[in-house]
C-alpha cells in the first residue's frame, strides 16, 4: 500500500506483493491542512491511518472499503474543555495524532494525551492525560511516535518541553512516569524484546550539530545513556532506530567526513558494538543538501540489518543504494543500487519491498 496527497484528499493505492498489479484505488478526503496520512500499522485484514490532525480512519485491505472514521477532536471537545485541546489562542489545527495498532487495542497518540480505541468501530474504550493540568503546558506539542510492548506504552513529544512517557497499563489508574528527553525534537520508541528503550532524533536532516543522536530510557529512572554519535558541524542526514532484540542500529550521512556511518549500539547501555563507514566521496552527491541526500529507515530482518541512503530524493524518483550488513559484527553481506531514493524497506518471507521518498516501489527477491 501506498499513500499520495492531493489537495484536500489522501489516495490510498494497494499493489499486488507478487508482481505489482495495482488491486484498488481508494480516495479520502480530508481537508487542506488534514491531508498527511500517518499510517498505524495492518491487523487483521485492516490498515489504521490518521490524518494527522483529527481523523482516524480504519480501511479494509482486501478491497480499500473504509470501515469506520471517527473525529476523535470532536469526540474529545463532547467532554474535555478547550484548554486542553487547543494551544493559548489556536484551533483544532493545533491538535496532533499518530497511530499505533495492535489486534486489541488501536492506540492513539494526540496532544491530549493517550487513546485506546475499538478496532471493531472505533469507539474510544479509555484516555490518558499527559499534559499539565496545574500549569500553563496544557497541550502536548511535537508528537514523535508510540511504542507498545505487554503492559506498558512508550509515547515521546517535543514540546512544550522534550520528554518521553513511560506508561503502565493495568486495571485501575494508569501509573505514569517521565523522562526530560535530551533532544530537541525526539522520534518513536524503540523496544527491544527485554523492554529497554531507545530514541532517537525525529529529524532527518539538519546543520545543527548536536551532542546526541540517540539516547535509552528505562521507566521511572529517567535516562540511562546518550549516544553522541560523530558529533561534528556541518550538515547531516539522521535514519530511525532499529533493533534486533539485543541492539540499536541508527545510521548518519555526514558533509565533512563525506561518510556513511552505521552504528550498532547495545541497547541496555549504549555501548558501540560496531561501525561500518562507507565513504560518499565517489558518489558525487552533496550531502549537504537535503534535496540531494538522504537516508532510508533501517530494517533488521532475522540476523541481517539492511540500510541505505538515497540521491535525489526530492525528484520523482531519484536513485540510492541498499546495503546489508550482519548485525552481528557489522560484514557486508550485499549491496545493491536502486533506481528510486530509499525511504522505507520491508522484508517479508520471499521478497524485499524498497518505497521511494517520493514515489515507487521495488521489489527485489531475497537471494
Known amino acids: ?15 499486488d506483493a507478487t508482481d505489482g498489479a495495482k488491486r484498488w484505488r481508494q480516495q479520502i478526503e480530508f481537508s487542506r491542512e488534514r491531508r498527511y496520512p500517518q499510517f498505524g500499522g495492518l491487523v487483521n485484514g485492516t490498515v489504521y491511518l490518521t490524518d494527522t490532525r483529527t481523523d482516524v480512519v480504519a480501511v479494509d485491505v482486501s478491497d480499500g472499503t473504509v470501515r469506520w472514521r471517527v473525529n476523535l477532536h470532536e469526540r474529545l471537545g463532547e467532554t474535555v474543555p478547550d484548554r486542553f485541546l487547543t494551544g493559548s489562542g489556536r484551533s483544532a489545527d493545533w491538535f496532533s495524532l499518530l497511530p499505533m495498532a495492535t489486534p486489541d487495542t488501536v492506540y492513539i497518540q494526540s496532544s491530549y494525551g493517550i487513546h485506546g480505541l475499538n478496532p471493531e468501530d472505533g469507539s474510544e474504550q479509555w484516555r490518558i492525560y499527559l499534559g499539565n493540568r496545574n500549569g500553563d503546558s496544557h497541550v502536548l506539542e511535537d508528537l514523535g511516535g508510540l511504542a507498545v510492548r505487554a503492559n506498558r506504552v512508550w509515547a515521546s513529544y517535543g514540546g512544550p518541553t522534550p520528554a518521553v512517557f513511560t506508561i503502565e497499563m493495568f486495571d485501575g489508574s494508569p501509573s505514569i512516569d517521565r523522562a526530560t528527553a535530551p533532544l530537541d525534537l525526539p522520534g518513536r520508541p524503540v523496544v527491544t524484546s527485554d523492554g529497554d528503550v531507545s530514541i532517537a532524533r525525529k529529524v532527518v536532516w539538519s546543520t545543527d550539530a548536536r551532542e546526541t543522536l540517540a539516547f535509552g530510557v528505562a521507566g521511572g529512572t529517567g535516562v540511562t545513556w546518550q549516544f553522541p554519535g560523530l558529533a561534528s558541524s556541518g550538515a547531516a542526514a539522521f535514519s530511525s532506530l532499529a533493533t ?52 532510508c529507515h533501517p530494517v533488521v530482518a532475522g540476523d541481517t540489518l539492511v540500510v541505505g541512503y538515497g540521491i535525489a530524493p526530492d ?32 522484508v517479508t518471507v520471499d521478497r524485499i519491498y524498497v518505497g521511494g521518498q517520493q514515489r515507487g516501489i521495488l521489489a527485489f527477491a531475497r537471494d
Open 1 to 15: 500500500m501506498t499513500a499520495t496527497a492531493r489537495d484536500a484528499s489522501v489516495v490510498l493505492y494497494a499493489y
Open 315 to 346: 525528484q520523482e524518483t531519484g536513485q540510492g543504494e541498499l546495503i546489508a550488513l550482519s548485525t552481528s559484527d557489522g560484514r557486508e553481506r550485499w549491496r545493491t543500487d536502486l533506481s528510486i531514493a530509499p525511504r522505507d524497506v520491508a
Open 244 to 295: 534486533d532484540g539485543e541492539r540499536m542500529f541508527i545510521c548518519e550521512g555526514h558533509e565533512q567526513q563525506e561518510l556513511f556511518v552505521v552504528y550498532a549500539l547495545r541497547a541496555s547501555t549504549g555501548g558501540i558494538e560496531w561501525i561500518v563507514r562507507d565513504s560518499l566521496s565517489d558518489r558525487n552527491v552533496a550531502t549537504a543538501s537535503p534535496a540531494e541526500f538522504r537516508l
